[in-house]
């Protein structure tokens, strides 16, 4: 492969950098940069407008395989991340079976080294417990050794206090976070969507606020006593993003994640009956919308993720308290990104580049992206103006349950470059 990248805007927080310069890639490996480079022989791609960034990391993903495989596989999930602009993914361990032992780590990282070539670098993250049970600690060294980056019973929460407790001291030995699936279950069982107004019109189970609220209350105590790495999954409410600041300012090894469902609609959406609006933790108020767009403009919110959550077409298609949790979001989140906040001024470019690629690999000890002579690329590149309507026919994404079909985005990804492979759009 003989590349040259021309006209492009570099943006890399990692170096500071924000200029417009050519990139020569030959054999997946960064040849040269600067201005008015040429190379005779290579397919030449014109970039002016286009922003080149460090490839983007999705850290909260849902591939299904093993053993969900008509929602989603490695190979059609890592398709789906390529055509969203990602070249790295984190995959959740609820599977069947769950990702609690070394050897369904093996499986995804075999599956994931052939699929498009190994375009998009596929990192498991691991059970806490066992079965995800919440009962007993899984094999946290082995699955470390074997390359989960860290560990989580996504999907459910670490409940038992003693057990996140020594998941935080035993995780902490290999530099690994927990990320917890922040909820209280009690104050949750039955909940369809957010406790407010617009579920007693609308006759559904509500789900508080303060049971997403009150469980990371209590684990931030936790995480002070053990001083282990903590991760929130999906923060979704006002009184959460409030609790993490307050522990970062007192130094706290703690960071969190937004999803672009839970910083562009409101529980309003669910007016309509349609279970591509019903998600856990659920849509919630316009307050709580607005103080996310805060906490991603001053900091609190490090990452922005998907929560890419597959669904069969019939499954969705049952009455709205039937219906399973989630949504796909892989092929519409640098679009809802830049629409929602990078357009509306709510963060800049930049800090979206940091949210969306830096800062992931930070938070999991991975290797920083070095755009530089002689390392390998792994791009991601964007046309920040460009306009269009999301097709949910058109995904790559095995599955198609999105509650944004039909809507105009601003800004996509156009095409990724990593282990020497290329996806365009």
């Keep these: 492969m003989l590349l040259l990248l021309k006209g492009g805007t570099l943006i890399d927080p990692g170096s ?52 969900f495989e008509h929602k989603e596989t490695v190979l059609t999930g890592c398709t789906a991340a390529a055509a969203g602009g990602f070249t790295s993914v984190c995959c959740m361990p609820n599977t069947n079976p769950p990702i609690d032992d070394e050897s369904v780590i093996r499986f995804i990282q075999a599956k994931a080294r052939i699929a498009l070539g190994g375009l998009v670098d596929v990192f498991p993250v691991a059970a806490v417990t066992v079965g995800r049970k919440g009962e007993h600690i899984a094999p946290l060294a082995e699955m470390a050794a074997a390359g989960a980056v860290a560990f989580s019973d996504d999907g459910d929460p670490v409940h038992d206090a003693e057990i996140m407790r020594r998941a935080l001291e035993y995780a902490r030995m290999f530099g690994k976070p927990i990320i917890q699936h922040a909820q209280e279950p009690t104050l949750t069982k039955g909940g369809a969507m957010n406790e407010g107004f617009a579920a007693t019109e609308l006759g559904l189970a509500g789900m508080p606020s303060i049971a997403e609220e009150i469980m990371i209350a209590r684990d931030l105590r936790i995480v002070g006593y053990t001083g282990g790495k903590y991760h929130v999954a999906h923060l979704s409410t006002a009184g959460s993003v409030a609790l993490v600041r307050q522990a970062k300012a007192e130094g706290q090894k703690v960071t969190c994640e937004v999803t672009p469902h839970h910083f562009t609609l409101t529980d309003d959406a669910v007016r309509t009956y349609d279970t591509n609006t019903k998600m856990n933790p659920p849509l919630r108020t316009a307050d709580d919308v607005e103080a996310i767009k805060q906490g991603l403009r001053d900091g609190t919110v490090d990452v922005i993720a998907t929560d890419h959550a597959p669904h069969s077409f019939d499954e969705k298609q049952v009455e709205y308290q039937s219906a399973p949790f989630g949504i796909i979001g892989l092929e519409t989140a640098v679009g809802l990104a830049v629409t929602e ?49 999301v097709d949910p026919s058109a995904f790559k994404s095995r599955s198609k349950n999105t509650p944004f079909g039909g809507r105009r985005l601003t800004g996509r990804a156009v095409g990724v470059i990593n282990n020497g492979q290329t996806y365009w759009n």
């Excluded at 030959?26 to 290579?42: F, P, V, Y």
């Excluded at 992206?369 to 002689?374: A, F």
């Excluded at 590149?381 to 306009?387: L, M, N, Y």
């Design 16 to 67: 500071g950098r924000d200029e417009q310069t050519d990139i020569l890639i030959r054999d997946g490996r960064i040849e040269s940069m600067g201005k008015g480079l040429n190379a005779s022989a290579a397919q030449v791609m014109e970039l002016k407008g286009k922003i080149v960034a460090p490839g983007f990391m999705d850290m909260h993903v849902h591939f299904r395989e093993p053993g």
């Design 341 to 389: 906040l990078v357009c509306k001024n709510v963060i800049t470019m930049y800090q979206l580049i940091e949210k969306l690629s830096t800062n992931p690999r930070s938070i999991l000890g991975l290797p920083s992206i070095k755009i530089q002579d002689g390392e390998m690329a792994n791009l991601t590149i964007i046309d920040p103006v460009g306009t269009w309507v």
